[in-house]
């Protein structure tokens, strides 16, 4: 079934700037933006702004009555998610597609557990250096979203669909075969860019340079991957310079999510970072000095908030 209608569940950087680009390619209501009353009122106040233009979005609360959208997208932080997916209950129908652009290796699972996996694709945006500093956006690096099936080497017709409705409306994608090395490679690279950055109050700039910055960023990145072996995940060098080249590529003067939060004075993903490697390291009897101190550093910065 063709993918006509599209609805997002959150307004952060990533709502907004795929929601932007939709704007340009879809009918305005065929794209749904999820948002309890409250929200929208706030959203219709204040405007949206994405690289300084004025965004028209059609707002729908989740108690809304609606037909079945044809692709569901989350965007938000992680500590939403159950109240996200609760939110959409009314979009959802017997052929809906889901996608989560969510940080972490967890987010797919728990949606699919409450709405059956089988409408579920794996997916990770990476390579975007979208800043949202209240309600405007700025970006220089659009970036992808890489998707694709849980089972390695499998093509489904969800993912081939959601394919073609991305090349029709031009949005930058990547089908992936093999999206637990995927997701897996992205959550080594959050650990790293968004706590070191987080860690030194900076920008992309201190890690796209040689220096204690980036030497920091990569030892985190390293526990990951020693821990990624346990979990059945081959990450090598390989991947590591793959992962580091896309952050060499971004804004200098670009902040990652940890930092844009540290600066607004909102708890941070460190939980789903530092705190996941910490856990898993317990599990698997590695030791992950680094994350412990980056977990630490930030944590003291929330305690100020």
């Not at 995940?233 to 540290?262: A, C, F």
Request: hydrophobic content about 40%.
């Amino acid at each position: 079934m063709a993918i006509k209608t599209v609805s997002i569940i959150g307004l952060g950087a990533l709502g907004v700037l795929y929601g932007h680009h939709l704007t340009q390619k879809i009918p305005k209501e065929d794209l749904r933006i999820i948002a309890d009353a409250h929200r929208i009122e706030r959203y219709q106040k204040d405007k949206i702004y994405c690289n300084q233009a004025l965004v028209d979005f059609n707002y729908v609360t989740p108690e809304t009555p609606c037909a079945p959208s044809d692709l569901v997208i989350f965007a938000f932080k992680h500590k939403d998610l159950d109240d996200a997916i609760k939110a959409v209950k009314h979009q959802i129908g017997e052929h809906t597609i889901f996608l989560s652009t969510l940080n972490g290796i967890t987010s797919e699972r728990e949606i699919g557990e409450y709405y059956g996996m089988e409408k579920m694709l794996y997916c990770v945006a990476q390579g975007m250096d979208a800043l949202k500093i209240g309600n405007a956006l700025t970006y220089t690096n659009k970036g992808i979203l890489c998707f694709g099936d849980i089972e390695v080497g499998h093509l489904s017709e969800k993912t081939i669909e959601v394919a073609k409705f991305f090349e029709s409306v031009a949005l930058p994608y990547e089908v992936e075969k093999n999206m637990k090395h995927r997701m897996w490679g992205k959550f080594m690279t959050n650990v790293g860019v968004n706590q070191t950055i987080a860690y030194y109050e900076g920008d992309f700039s201190m890690i796209q340079r040689d220096g204690p910055e980036r030497d920091m960023m990569i030892a985190a990145m390293r526990e990951v991957m020693s821990i990624a072996q346990k979990e059945g995940v081959h990450l090598t060098e390989k991947d590591l310079i793959y992962w580091l080249k896309i952050l060499d590529r971004l804004n200098p003067k670009g902040r990652p999510s940890t930092r844009q939060d540290m600066e607004a004075r909102r708890t941070s993903e460190v939980e789903l970072f530092a705190g996941t490697v910490i856990s898993l390291g317990k599990k698997h009897q590695i030791k992950t000095p680094i994350n412990q101190k980056l977990y630490d550093r930030i944590k003291y910065f929330e305690s100020l908030f």
